[in-house]
């Protein structure tokens, strides 16, 4: 963090320098406000330093190892030696970089930083704690972007040194050998096929009965069984309970399952990722009138503000879902009620990327949830078999799938392929500006590129593919 800069009263003071934080912080900078921005860790929260960017760089550099040791098939002989510590500091690099940039960002835009922890003293006050001294900032208009921290599981302390969360898993020095994972969601598998791909044995406990719950089996599907080539054992049915030392020199990890069967599991680390939940602790909601609901988050209006008049909340204290974007749209929507202009949060196409092998990206509604409704919708899928780029990616397993209304509306978007976190912004695009399937369907897509796929779903929903059997 920087040093904290000269301050006076604020009219917006931002609490928490994650996606959500700063960006509200330089929006209302450029609209000419007086904003300062307290944070009491690190600028670029979670995501930058702990979350999103950490873990993707861990994606693509055990992709790279990974993608180089089995490429026989397309002539490439190669056993890449991987050194996870200087994997470490290259993710650091990277993160190094990303949160200088945000501190340059803010200070280029007027923003004042402020270090230390804020906690409300009424509606129009916050104390700000920096370890050694507390200030007293009054403000116009305060919003709350303070985050989210990971569920601690009854019998799994994070305190304890084999029980890691996904931030602790990404500083590993060395590879684990066996690694038992709680929980089979975004962290669960994205942080699994990392491990699985550096050689660890990985084993996953999902309460569910299928990984990544609340996505279609047909999209899930295609991730397991990637992960299960990729070794990974996966326990469906079974909560954790419990771990152990074991007689080997590791842990056993107990798990128990609905007909109350007890399981046992060998590991030397046990990763813990079942949710996460919103910060408020240390900001004294109360003080300001703040009620967090029953899971601890504030609520909002479509104008990302709380029930107490001029206090906002964007992000993962928001509640669900947790993702950055959201934080960073919500932020921008924040920062743009206060200026006063009509800003309101549309939730109607906010995309969402799982980046295992493959990714998968969604947006808008799916077949059944279209059904629901009260939509007549029509699907058209290309899969990614019948794509040329894909097969000279290696990589076939997978789809696009489009959804839309009976009168050809785009209100939905299912990828199952490599870069369908990239690929998944055409359809989001397309559902914000009120695209067609003719609108996509007629746009020119460069060839060869996996982007092609998006238009031949669409051809197959109007009955027009051409390069995959039309339904
Ligand atoms: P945060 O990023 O949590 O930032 C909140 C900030 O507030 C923190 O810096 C904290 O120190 C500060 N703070 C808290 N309380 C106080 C206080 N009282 N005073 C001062 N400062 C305070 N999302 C995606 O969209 N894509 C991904 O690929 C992705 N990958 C992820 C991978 C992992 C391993 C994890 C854990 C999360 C991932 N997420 C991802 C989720 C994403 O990180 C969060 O949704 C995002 O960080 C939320 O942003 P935020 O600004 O609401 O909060
Ligand atoms: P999650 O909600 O995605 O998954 C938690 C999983 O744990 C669920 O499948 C749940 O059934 C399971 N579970 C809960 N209790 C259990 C128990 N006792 N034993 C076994 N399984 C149990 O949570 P997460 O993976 O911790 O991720 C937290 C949040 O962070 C995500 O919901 C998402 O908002 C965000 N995130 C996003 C990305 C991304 O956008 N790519 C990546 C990582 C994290």
Known sequence: MVATEATTDPEVLVIGAGPGGYVAAIRAA?????????????????????????????????????????????GIHADPVVDLAAMCDWKDGVVDRLTGGVEKLCKANGVT????????????????????????LSFDHCIVATGSRPLELPGFPFAADPVLDAAAALELSSVPDRLVVVGAGY?????????????TDVTIVEALDSVLPGYEDDVARVVRKRAESLGVDFHFGERATGWRDAADGGIVVTTESDDGTESTHGADR????????????????????????????????????????????????????????????????AAEAIAGEPAAFDAQAIPAAVFTD??????????????????????????????????????????????????GFLIGAQIVAP????????????????????????????????SEAVMEAAENALGQAIHTLNR
Not at 282 to 309: I, K, M, Q, S, Y
Not at 371 to 378: I, K, Q, R, S, T
């Open 30 to 74: 450029q609209r000419g406000l007086d904003v300062t921005l307290v944070e009491r860790d690190a600028l670029g929260g979670v995501c930058l330093n702990r979350g999103c960017i950490p873990s993707k760089a861990y994606v693509t550099a055990t992709d790279v190892a990974h993608d180089a040791a089995t490429a026989e098939e397309m």
């Open 113 to 136: 930083l402020v270090e230390g922890t804020a906690s409300f003293v009424d509606g129009e006050t916050v104390r700000v704690d920096d370890g050694d001294e507390t200030d007293t």
């Open 187 to 199: 962290i669960g598998m994205e942080l699994s096929t990392v491990f699985a791909k550096l050689g």
């Open 270 to 333: 046990v990763l813990v990722a079942v949710g996460r939940t919103p910060v408020t602790d240390a900001l004294d909601p109360e003080n300001a009138g703040l009620e967090p609901t029953e899971n601890g988050a504030l609520e909002t209006d479509e104008r990302c503000e709380t029930a107490v008049d001029g206090i906002y909340a964007v992000g993962d204290v928001a509640g669900e879902p947790m993702l950055a974007h959201v934080a960073s749209a919500e932020g921008v929507v």
């Open 358 to 407: 493959p990714e998968i990206a969604t947006v808008g509604l799916t077949e059944s949830e279209a059904e629901a409704e009260g939509f007549d919708p029509v699907v058209g899928e290309m899969p990614l078999r019948s794509s040329g780029r894909a097969l000279t990616t290696g990589d076939t397993e997978g789809f696009v799938r489009v959804v839309a209304s009976a009168d």
């Open 419 to 450: 870069e369908a976190s990239e690929l998944i912004a055409e359809p989001t695009l397309g559902i914000e500006m009120g695209a067609t399937l003719e609108d996509v369907a007629a746009t020119i897509h460069t060839h060869p590129t996996l």
